[in-house]
């Protein structure tokens, strides 16, 4: 089928299209939506790199699967959408945890001293692990560090969009860390997730 007439049908349609070896059908799959998946990594990324990557990889995922496509749940659109978000948010976790690794200097624990080390865990895990560490946090701090990391704030920034002072937003960043280095250091299914978080300190 011609390229032209390929940029008439239906997603569903192109779907087939792509299933039965026609490569610019994917093309043209690829043409409606990149843009919009990109933009829905950047937003939760905050990082072109990793945000092309992430399309890039949401593309790739949707041609391997698309026999698991079903138009009773959704359309094309919203299933490519659902793999962005899904996709974005767990490269996020990940980036996460090796953000505190740098930032909490978790790199210099003696492995001989621990019977585990969050950085060999595979992706998976160590998604799934961040997501544990950040529940761990009263709001304020998980909030807080969510700001930091993910949308790139300064803490003037997020006093002011939190209508909170200066020093209780980074009393909330560092006694969060603490936390989140109590966690790791900890290990999975350890319930000494360290101490109460203080009191939050107002001027």
Known sequence: MPYAQLLELSDESILVEISSGNTDAFAVLFK???RLVHVIALN???DASEAEDITQDVFL???RKLGQFDPSRGTVKVWLLQHAY???INRRNHLLVRQLHNRTGLEHVDEHESLWS???LPVQEAEQLAN?????????QRKTIQMFFFEGLTFK????RRSETFSNVRHHYYR???RLRSFLQAGPGNEDRGAECDPVRSD
């Open 86 to 88: 899904s996709r974005s």
């Open 132 to 140: 544990q560490a950040l529940a761990e946090l009263p709001e304020a």
């Open 118 to 120: 969050s950085a060999r």
């Open 61 to 63: 995922e949707i041609y």
């Open 44 to 46: 939760i990324l905050r």
């Open 176 to 178: 969060g860390l603490e």
């Open 157 to 160: 920034e997020i006093a002011l």
């Open 32 to 34: 409606r939506y990149h």
